[in-house]
């Protein structure tokens, strides 16, 4: 089972700012914060990965709570083609050939 | 993107027939793996390579098996498919074992009649 809890689905208007959290409340203190994204009927796609400090890149920002317990996704201007099943992954013991993937956010960007 | 290839993209095939899918990559990445997607389960492992030879069970391998004879392709093979393989495959491949991004292929889209 997936070690994450995210949210089913949220809406966001486009050029705002989309937040989707993510609890892991089990992390352990080697385990990443992971996050993909699956446009419909594509592969799913990086976004991001973290261990405990905030990182961003070109595509997103994450912000990982002190304790490790929780994490947000931040796309910081939303464009419609940001719809899609986002998902957020801790990667578990055995290394990242065990990678496992939730259900994740189905974020819906409206014009 | 990552060069991956997954074929064929589409099957449509018979219970109890044998069906082959393939990964190929073009990256020279040493971790090769399979999904499949089904609706309300989101991604599955179903197996996974770590080498040439060298694979091992995901959380769905049953009625599933692999092979990797060389580092550019692994073969996903259901020996007598059913209706509840119908499915979408994905192909994925890494550098590296830890903390690595996963790349993913376009899938196969996978019909058992």
């Given at each position: ?100 993937f939730g259900k ?8 | ?58 959380e769905v391998s ?52």
């Amino acid at each position: 089972d997936a070690k994450t809890t995210q949210p089913p689905s949220m809406d966001c208007a486009e050029g705002r700012a989309a937040n989707l959290p993510c609890n892991h409340s089990t992390i352990s203190g080697n385990e990443y914060v992971y996050w993909y994204r699956q446009i419909h009927s594509q592969g799913p796609q990086y976004i991001i990965h973290g261990l405990k400090n905030n990182e961003t890149n070109e595509m997103a920002s994450l912000i990982i709570t002190e304790d490790r317990k929780s994490s947000t996704l931040i796309l910081p201007h939303a464009t419609l083609r940001d719809t899609a099943v986002y998902y957020c992954i801790v990667r578990t013991e055995g290394g990242s050939e065990k990678l496992v993937f939730g259900k994740g956010t189905k974020l819906t960007v409206n014009p | 993107d990552a060069g991956i290839t997954q074929s064929p993209r589409h099957k449509v095939t018979e219970t109890g027939t044998p069906v082959t899918l393939r990964c190929h990559q073009t990256e020279n990445h040493r971790y090769m793996y399979w999904y499949r997607q089904d609706p309300g389960h989101g991604l599955r492992l179903i197996h996974y390579s770590y080498g040439v030879k060298d694979t091992d069970k995901g959380e769905v391998s049953d009625g599933y098996s692999v092979s990797r004879s060389k580092t550019e392709d692994f073969l996903l093979t259901l020996e007598s498919a059913t209706s509840s393989q119908t499915s979408v495959y994905f192909c994925a491949i890494s550098a590296v074992q830890s903390n690595e991004k996963l790349f993913f292929g376009s899938g196969t889209q996978l019909s058992v009649l």
